[in-house]
C-alpha cells in the first residue's frame, strides 16, 4: 500500500495550487482519503476528507470555502486544490488513507509535498 | 470541535528511560484515539489505533492507555531510534490532533 504525492510547488499569495495523491496496492474505493498539513516547526492539521467511492467530501470548518478535494478513480488519484493562498498556507501537505468506518486512523501517508507562498 | 491537549510538549529523556506522554481530549471521545510517530519532517508513523492497539511492526515497548478523556503512551525502555515527535489525534467528531511531543536526547 503507497500514496505517492506530487512535487514541490511554490505559488504566489492570492493564487491556487492543487496537488495530488497516487494510490497503488489496494482499491482506492473502499477507503477514505485525508489532507493534512504541517506549517514550520508546527503541529498537524486535517484539512478534510474525501470518499472516493461516492465522490463525497467532508472539510475541516477553517478551511470551507477555500478547499475542493476531488478524486479520479480511473487513475486511483486523489487531489486537493486551495484557493486564495496566503503565506499562512507554506507547509508540507500530506494525504493519508483510512477506513471509512470504526477509529478511521491514518494509515498510510503520503511522503508530503511542499507548498511555499512567496511574493 | 474537540480540543486535544498534549504534555510535556517537550522532553530529554536518557536511552533506557522510561517515558510518558498524556493527551487529555475536551469531551469524551471513548476510545477513537490514536499516536503517530514523526521523525524529522518525514510523514507520520501509525503507532496505535483505537487507544491501546499495537500497529502491526511497531516494538512491544510502545504501549497505549485510556479512554473518554484521558489517555496515555508509554515507552516502557527509550532507544535511540525513538527520539522523535510523538502526536495523539481523535477521530471520534472528525479529526483532531494534539500540539506534538518532542522527545529529545538528555
Known amino acids: 500500500v503507497q500514496l505517492a504525492q506530487s512535487g514541490a510547488e511554490v505559488k504566489k499569495p492570492g493564487a491556487s495550487v492543487k496537488l495530488s495523491c497516487k494510490a497503488s496496492g489496494y482499491t482506492f474505493t473502499a477507503y477514505y482519503l485525508h489532507w493534512v498539513r504541517q506549517g514550520p516547526r508546527q503541529g498537524l492539521e486535517w484539512l478534510g476528507w474525501?470518499?472516493?467511492?461516492?465522490?463525497?467530501?467532508r472539510y475541516a470548518q477553517n478551511f470551507q470555502g477555500r478547499v475542493t478535494m476531488t478524486s479520479d478513480t480511473s487513475i486511483s488519484t486523489a487531489y486537493m486544490e486551495l484557493s486564495s493562498l496566503t503565506s499562512d498556507d507554506t507547509a508540507l501537505y500530506f494525504c493519508a488513507r483510512s477506513t471509512p468506518l470504526g477509529v478511521r486512523n491514518f494509515d498510510p501517508w503520503g511522503q508530503g509535498t511542499l507548498v511555499t507562498v512567496s511574493s | 470541535d474537540i480540543q486535544m491537549t498534549q504534555s510535556p510538549s517537550s522532553l530529554s529523556a536518557s536511552v533506557g528511560d522510561r517515558v510518558t506522554i498524556t493527551c487529555r481530549a475536551s469531551r469524551s471521545i471513548a476510545n477513537y484515539l490514536n499516536w503517530y510517530q514523526q521523525k524529522s519532517g518525514n510523514a507520520p508513523k501509525l503507532l496505535i489505533s483505537?487507544?491501546?492497539s499495537l500497529q502491526g511492526g511497531v516494538p512491544s515497548r510502545f504501549s497505549g492507555s485510556g479512554s473518554g478523556t484521558d489517555f496515555t503512551l508509554t515507552i516502557s525502555s527509550l532507544q535511540p531510534e525513538d527520539f522523535a515527535t510523538y502526536y495523539c489525534q481523535q477521530s471520534h467528531s472528525l479529526f483532531t490532533f494534539g500540539g506534538g511531543t518532542k522527545v529529545e536526547i538528555k
Open positions: 483505537a487507544a491501546s
Open positions: 474525501i470518499n472516493p467511492n461516492s465522490g463525497g467530501t
